[in-house]
């Protein structure tokens, strides 16, 4: 997945107030979800011509997650998680992702700092 022409771009603590989980107070009142996004790009030629349009614009990629958070709600976190990479791999200059997905108020009956979950995804016919 990593190799010596894939550089890694990460935003961290991407905060949104979403409306997923399995109780209906989960949906009803919506919670804080905090994702840190890792992306597997070739940063060369945005190096060399210092020229956004050679790498991913990281604003707008943020946007687009803020937006996953906030819309459709969906019962499990790891739902949440692919839609996220998902978001990040429609850019094919990205060959994977990493999504680690936060709910540090998940609905627990424990003393407790928060319950993450993190996948990695590798675009489809991107190189090893």
Same mark, same amino acid.
């Given at each position: 997945?990593?190799?010596?022409?894939?550089?890694?771009?990460?935003?961290?603590?991407?905060?949104?107030?979403?409306?997923?989980?399995?109780?209906?107070?989960?949906?009803?009142?919506?919670?804080?979800?905090? &994702? @840190? !996004?890792?992306?597997?790009?070739?940063? =060369?030629? %945005?190096?060399?011509?210092?020229?956004? /349009?050679?790498?991913?614009?990281?604003?707008?990629?943020?946007?687009?997650?803020?937006?996953?958070?906030?819309?459709?709600? &969906? @019962? !499990?976190?790891?739902?949440?998680?692919? =839609?996220? %990479?998902?978001?990040?791999?429609?850019? /094919?200059?990205?060959?994977?992702?990493?999504?680690?997905?936060?709910?540090?108020?998940?609905?627990?009956?424990?003393?407790?700092? @928060?319950?993450?979950?993190?996948?990695?995804?590798?675009?489809?016919?991107?190189?090893?």
């Amino acid at each position: 997945m990593r190799d010596e022409s894939t550089d890694q771009l990460a935003v961290q603590g991407i905060e949104a107030i979403g409306h997923h989980g399995v109780f209906d107070f989960e949906r009803r009142d919506g919670q804080v979800f905090v &994702v @840190d !996004l890792v992306i597997g790009i070739d940063t =060369r030629d %945005a190096a060399r011509t210092d020229d956004l /349009q050679h790498t991913v614009d990281y604003g707008n990629l943020v946007a687009k997650v803020k937006n996953a958070i906030e819309t459709d709600p &969906v @019962d !499990l976190i790891e739902t949440l998680a692919q =839609r996220i %990479a998902d978001v990040a791999l429609a850019d /094919q200059r990205v060959r994977w992702t990493e999504v680690t997905v936060h709910k540090p108020d998940a609905p627990l009956e424990a003393t407790f700092s @928060d319950v993450t979950l993190t996948i990695t995804r590798t675009r489809p016919g991107a190189p090893p």
